[in-house]
C-alpha cells in the first residue's frame, strides 16, 4: 500500500509519498490535484493507495483508500 498524504510543512502544502516530500511550495488545492493523480497513476499500475488531507487547522480532512486489483 502506498500512502500519500497532503499537509501544511513550514506555512507551505506538501505532498508525501510514503513519508518521503514529492511535491513543495503548493497551494492546497494543487497538491490536492497532484495527489489525485499520482493516486490515478499508482491505481493504473495496480497499487493500493491511501491518501489523506489535511485540513486548514491541521485536522483530518479526508481520507481515502483505493485497494489493488
Same mark, same amino acid.
Given at each position: 500500500?502506498? +500512502?500519500?498524504? *497532503?499537509?501544511?510543512?513550514? !506555512?507551505?502544502?506538501?505532498?508525501?509519498?510514503?513519508?518521503?516530500p *514529492?511535491?513543495?511550495?503548493?497551494?492546497?488545492?494543487?497538491?490536492?490535484?497532484?495527489? @489525485?493523480?499520482?493516486?490515478? @497513476?499508482l @491505481?493504473?499500475?495496480? !497499487?493500493? *493507495? @491511501?491518501? *489523506?488531507? +489535511?485540513?486548514?487547522?491541521?485536522?483530518?480532512?479526508?481520507?481515502?483508500?483505493?485497494?489493488?486489483?
Open positions: 500500500m502506498i +500512502q500519500l498524504a *497532503v499537509v501544511m510543512k513550514d !506555512q507551505e502544502w506538501t505532498l508525501f509519498e510514503n513519508a518521503e *514529492v511535491r513543495t511550495y503548493l497551494t492546497r488545492s494543487a497538491a490536492i490535484e497532484a495527489a @489525485e493523480a499520482r493516486a490515478f @497513476e @491505481e493504473e499500475a495496480n !497499487q493500493g *493507495v @491511501e491518501l *489523506v488531507i +489535511q485540513d486548514y487547522h491541521g485536522g483530518l480532512s479526508e481520507k481515502r483508500s483505493w485497494p489493488a486489483t
